[in-house]
């Protein structure tokens, strides 16, 4: 094959790429394609589907193919070698969407086939839709001198949100603890310590390594008896990448998000829109701005009195039970679960031995098998970045391959974190070939420790659920062309649907029954075990809503609301979204947006409301299973026709009467958390 990057088999050549390699395949593929596209519009003066998109795309998904290993590899095995000619190809790719995006040849053969009489079905009526919408988007009504500061505005904004995310991860990596007194981490679980043992054992390190990778964080938050070392790990955590802390100004993303702001800002303005939260709604399905404040103040006033409730619950158990007064953010995590254990003796822990992740691989594809037909299995031999990635595939019901993916399940360094699903290729059917859909799953499980299996808390489990629902609706779609395929052309707000909804089966009976086994005895989780875990399951869930209501309203106002002459505001939004939502205190110096790279590093810029927005369908959708039985097969059937497998290629709201009868309602979600409606 002729590009390092890509392979004659289709799958990436992960063990073969090298970072000297990236950047001249990255360029040869550019100039390849921008030389076909221009050779393209000289030749053809009447442009068909034929003849115009299904070549565009063809090309589009050669480079896609060859990118996505590498920003993968960026994400998951970070090296300043890669990550040097990651950055050095942001620019260049920037500049060539703005390009294609910008091109008015281009633009006007697009034009041409939307406007032609060639008989086109919905799906390719949707992909002309999209992409005239985007050519707008991307400035090409805009006069030269606007169409060069919006090329140069892309381009700069890549780099600083590539920054960002940098500074996140160096400033994690920046701070770890050494403990040499086992009795400075009282109260921390077994698992928990050997953990923190195994991680000062890789770096040749006598005793116990705190750091802030999550499976290290947490535990301390929870569990650690140790007030003064909560309250460290803490502040280093809720600072990183941040003027305060214990690397203050060293990371520091202060002066990266006010310009991210600004040029948001600007590229909407040059685009007409008032603001960018405008801009970020033409994707979306909530209709206008004031739509998505008044959907989040209402859930915010819906549950902020029990919230507050929850919290009050909070701070008298501490005093009353623990003689702790003056409850303070370090604290939070710490006596929630102690008042857990005391209303409900349940604890994440209790749960981890019927949570071997084997175990639960397997039952997550035995819930996806009963509720959609489809059957899961792993393929070995398969290249892959590490020694314990799976691959496997997964078969429709009429047991044609539809999609694979990748599983990275456990944490480690130079590792980003959290969860997230990824495009590795997407499908197209095309006069050309026919591609399978191909994804990453990617989590950071802490990894087995000391002959034992990684075992999962109840939580990991529902984050499992979670990705692996965008990995359905990416794998299992039956849409031929690659812009409307899976998760493309999804609108964001509805993107979590898929995923939210799948959460659902890791709190039924009859699903854990597959999902859980003890590592030990292989016996599922017991029932009274189970009912206690069922009870908790809404322990807490108005202050959990309003910490994700904190976290969408400060994301959507501080984007519709930037003003040139006032700056960014982000501390002054965020200190008003407190007031009206948070229940929790926050010290003085944290540090919360600076770490956002949801936000500032991420697609969900003005978009993280889309989450909230997502749960009121993908609740809405479940409570038609509870009506006819969680693994009703028809039922199941019917999400996979009308959501799973048709992507991008119908609006979203289309997508979801199609499934459920109707236009969606709130109150499955308010149901399903246990909200009490405000009097
Ligand atoms: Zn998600």
């Given at each position: 094959m002729?590009n ?5 088999e ?6 073969r790429?090298?970072?000297e390699?990236?950047e ?11 030389r ?6 000289d030749s053809?003066?009447?442009p068909?589907w034929a003849?115009?998109?299904e070549?565009?795309e063809e090309?589009?998904?050669?480079l896609?193919r060859?990118?996505s ?8 095995m970070?090296t300043d070698?890669?990550?040097?000619a990651?950055n050095?190809c942001?620019?260049?790719l ?10 008015e040849?281009l633009h006007a053969?697009?034009?041409a086939v939307a406007g032609s ?10 992909v002309?839709d999209?992409?005239l919408?985007d ?5 090409v009504d805009l ?10 505005i ?5 780099q ?10 160096d400033?994690?990596?920046?701070w770890?603890?050494?403990i040499?007194?086992?009795a400075a981490?009282?109260?921390?679980p077994?698992s928990a ?7 000062a054992?890789q770096?040749g390190q006598?005793g ?6 999550f499976p290290?964080?947490?535990p301390?938050m929870t569990?650690?008896d140790?007030?003064?070392l909560r309250r460290e790990v ?6 990183r990448?941040?003027d305060r802390g214990p690397h203050?100004g ?6 990266v ?19 960018y939260a ?7 399905m909530a209709r206008s701005?004031?739509?998505v404040?008044a959907?989040?103040h209402d ?6 009195p ?5 919290m009050d ?8 039970r623990c ?9 939070v ?9 005391d209303?409900?003796?349940f604890?994440?822990?209790e749960?981890k031995p019927y949570?071997?992740?084997t175990?639960?691989?397997a039952?997550l594809f ?16 398969v290249d892959?970045?590490?020694?314990d990635v799976?691959?496997y595939?997964?078969?429709g019901?009429?047991g ?10 456990y944490a480690?360094?130079k590792?980003r974190g ?8 997407g499908r ?8 399978t859909?191909?994804a990453y799953l990617?989590?950071?499980f ?15 489990v529902e ?6 629902g ?6 299992l ?10 998760i493309n052309g999804?609108?964001w707000?509805a993107?979590?649907?898929p995923?939210q909804?799948l959460e659902n089966?890791?709190?039924?009976r ?9 590592y ?8 009274d075990?189970?009912?206690?875990m069922?009870a908790?399951k809404?322990f807490?869930s108005?202050m959990?809503m ?25 501390y002054?939004?965020l200190?008003?979204v407190?007031?009206?939502?948070a229940?929790v205190p926050?010290?003085?110096f944290?540090?919360m ?14 978009g993280?409301?889309?989450y909230?927005w997502?749960?009121?369908?993908s609740?809405d959708?479940?409570s038609?299973?509870e009506?006819?039985g969680v693994?009703?097969a028809e ?6 026709r009308?959501i ?7 609006d979203?709201?289309q997508l979801?009467v199609?499934?459920?009868g ?5 109150d ?6 246990g ?5």
């Amino acid at each position: 094959m002729d590009n390092p990057l890509l392979t004659l088999e289709g799958l990436p050549p992960f063990s073969r790429i090298r970072p000297e390699h990236v950047e001249p395949a990255v360029d040869a593929i550019l100039a390849e394609n921008r030389r076909r596209i221009a050779e393209l519009l000289d030749s053809d003066p009447r442009p068909s589907w034929a003849g115009l998109v299904e070549p565009i795309e063809e090309w589009e998904d050669r480079l896609g193919r060859a990118w996505s290993p590498v920003q993968h590899l960026n994400s998951v095995m970070n090296t300043d070698e890669l990550r040097a000619a990651y950055n050095a190809c942001l620019p260049k790719l920037s500049d060539y969407a703005t390009e294609m995006g910008q091109n008015e040849r281009l633009h006007a053969a697009y034009k041409a086939v939307a406007g032609s009489d060639e008989p086109l079905d919905e799906a390719q009526r949707k992909v002309l839709d999209n992409a005239l919408r985007d050519f707008h988007l991307s400035g090409v009504d805009l006069p030269p001198a606007e169409k060069d500061r919006f090329k140069a505005i892309s381009q700069e904004l890549s780099q600083l949100t590539s920054r960002f995310e940098e500074n996140v991860l160096d400033a994690t990596n920046a701070w770890s603890k050494l403990i040499t007194d086992e009795a400075a981490l009282a109260g921390l679980p077994p698992s928990a310590l050997g953990l923190a043992r195994q991680t000062a054992e890789q770096r040749g390190q006598a005793g116990w390594l705190l750091t802030l990778d999550f499976p290290s964080y947490y535990p301390v938050m929870t569990y650690a008896d140790d007030r003064v070392l909560r309250r460290e790990v803490y502040e280093a955590y809720q600072t990183r990448a941040s003027d305060r802390g214990p690397h203050a100004g060293t990371y520091d993303n202060s002066a990266v998000m006010e310009r991210i702001l600004a040029l948001r800002h600007e590229q909407a303005r040059l685009l007409g829109f008032p603001s960018y939260a405008d801009r970020s709604l033409a994707r979306k399905m909530a209709r206008s701005p004031d739509e998505v404040l008044a959907f989040l103040h209402d859930l915010a006033r819906r549950s902020r009195p029990q919230a507050q409730r929850e919290m009050d619950e909070l701070r008298a158990f501490a005093r009353d039970r623990c003689g702790a007064d003056d409850l303070q953010a370090w604290d939070v995590a710490y006596y929630s679960e102690k008042l857990r254990q005391d209303r409900y003796a349940f604890s994440q822990e209790e749960v981890k031995p019927y949570f071997p992740d084997t175990r639960v691989i397997a039952g997550l594809f035995g819930v996806a098998e009963r509720l959609f037909g489809v059957t899961i299995r792993e393929l070995e031999g398969v290249d892959v970045w590490r020694p314990d990635v799976r691959f496997y595939e997964i078969h429709g019901p009429d047991g044609g391959l539809r999609g694979s993916f990748y599983l990275d399940l456990y944490a480690r360094p130079k590792k980003r974190g959290g969860a997230w699903m990824d495009d590795c290729m997407g499908r197209m059917r095309s006069s050309y070939r026919e591609q399978t859909p191909v994804a990453y799953l990617t989590c950071n499980f802490a990894p087995p420790v000391g002959g034992k299996p990684s075992l999962l808390t109840h939580d990991e489990v529902e984050t499992l659920f979670h990705e692996f629902g965008h990995g359905l609706h990416h794998m299992l779609t039956r849409v031929d062309y690659a812009p409307v395929a899976g998760i493309n052309g999804v609108a964001w707000d509805a993107v979590e649907l898929p995923s939210q909804f799948l959460e659902n089966w890791c709190w039924e009976r009859d699903a854990l029954d597959l999902v859980s086994g003890h590592y030990e005895t292989g016996e599922p989780i017991p029932r009274d075990l189970y009912d206690r875990m069922r009870a908790a399951k809404n322990f807490q869930s108005a202050m959990q809503m309003v910490r994700q209501l904190e976290l969408a309203l400060f994301d959507f106002r501080v984007h519709k609301e930037y003003d040139p002459a006032a700056g960014g505001r982000v501390y002054g939004v965020l200190d008003e979204v407190r007031r009206e939502v948070a229940v929790v205190p926050y010290p003085d110096f944290n540090r919360m947006p600076h770490g956002f790279s949801h936000i500032f590093a991420g697609g969900y810029a003005a978009g993280y409301y889309s989450y909230k927005w997502a749960e009121v369908l993908s609740a809405d959708a479940f409570s038609l299973f509870e009506e006819r039985g969680v693994f009703d097969a028809e039922t199941g059937r019917s999400f996979l026709r009308n959501i799973l497998e048709m992507g991008g290629s119908r609006d979203a709201m289309q997508l979801f009467v199609a499934f459920r009868g109707r236009e969606p309602r709130i109150d499955a979600l308010l149901r399903h958390s246990g909200i009490l409606e405000a009097a």
